[in-house]
């Protein structure tokens, strides 16, 4: 049980069986609320400074060279700054934290300690002092930590602190006690009640107890935040962006079945050869190379408008104008294309230098009605385009084999792309009435790239 104790007190925060990156996350939060603490409290000391020194009450001091508060604020400040440094550098430690807390606490109590001389009162006079409302302030700043354990240890420190107050004043060295029961007489003169300063510590307790049970739900709102918000954004990566951030953005819970008509335009990409070269290449080698040949087309895809649908081993599929309507979507597909095949030639470029042989990239782009939606079995959901112009454009990217291409798009896509906007760099081959394996009819296609 001591054990545990120790652990909870001085090493542990409850992150241990959480992700690295969850309990990293979660650290730079308390990271970032220490510093947070920090400004606080030097805002705090300045503030108590000014209206200790700006107001009234020091009009009935008795003892005029005798001025401790001053140098409660002075040490505290400097305090202040000092702990503040420490939480910019990241190196506060918890054992740090305890020892900042008992600081606070002591130099809150000197501090009202020092009214019955600066007041030439018996030291019951102290325990009437409005001063002891910071203990609540300083209990409350622990809670920016998302701990209990220091919310708890503030508040007993507190206790401790008034307890200690009591008893010397208890004791009669600070001049006489004189407890009374009667609250007029306690109210009006240097007497003693104990049910009041019974009150005063419940009230301490009670407040440190219920702030203790808030922070830890708040805490636990907090590791589960992170961890879900780590999730979310490791998976994110599993989806286009355009696809994550309507599933964040969905009124209501994504189901299978749900779908959208659009008119979109569709891309597929294929390496060529590809199924041969795995053959010959070593399993890393051909995640490499997959990892390398994605990463240089994929980002044309998406800075131009598009978003990509799904991964086919070597194949790309990808959609412009389906996750998002876009009227723009026709040209941009085409713009992707230009880009893609510049990418391409100049990865062949690389690897002709590094004595690597050629890779060829077949594209194909269609336009047409597409239905964009989830499909799944409830529990494993995948947001995807299906529809005839998907099939079409599949067709047309094999197509490329037989006329001797890199990129084909039907005439009626490349029409509806110039309507858009679209300007070739580059005078386009036209092939009027070309047979498409697995199309009834002929099809006009456009020659993107040879």
Known sequence: MWRALRSWLFDSDGTQKLPERVQAAIQHQQERSEILIAWIQLAIVALVATVYESTSMP???VQDDYSFETQVFAIYGAFCIIRLGLAYARRLRPWMLYVAVIADVGLLMGLIYSFHYKYAQPAVFYLKVPTLLYVFLLIALRTLRFEAR???????????GWIALILYALGGRGGPAN?????????TSNAFLLHAEVDKIIAILLTTAVLAVSISRARQLLVRAVSEGAAARDLSRFFDPGVATRIRTAAMTVKAGEGELRDATILTVDLRGFTHLSAELAPDDVMKLLQDYQARLCPHIVGNGGSIDKFLGDGILASFGAVAPSSTAAADALRAVDAIIDAADHW????????LAPLVVGLAVSSGPVLFGAVGDGERLEFTVIGDTVNFTSKLEKQNKDEGTRA????RTYALAQNQGYISQTKRENRPGRRVAGVPELVDIVVLAA
């Open 59 to 61: 009009a009935g001091v």
């Open 150 to 160: 220091f919310v708890i240890f503030t508040g007993l420190v507190a206790v401790a």
């Open 179 to 187: 407890p009374t029961d009667d609250f007029v007489e306690y109210m």
């Open 348 to 355: 062949n470029s690389e690897r002709d230098l590094s004595g």
């Open 408 to 411: 084909l798009t039907d005439a």
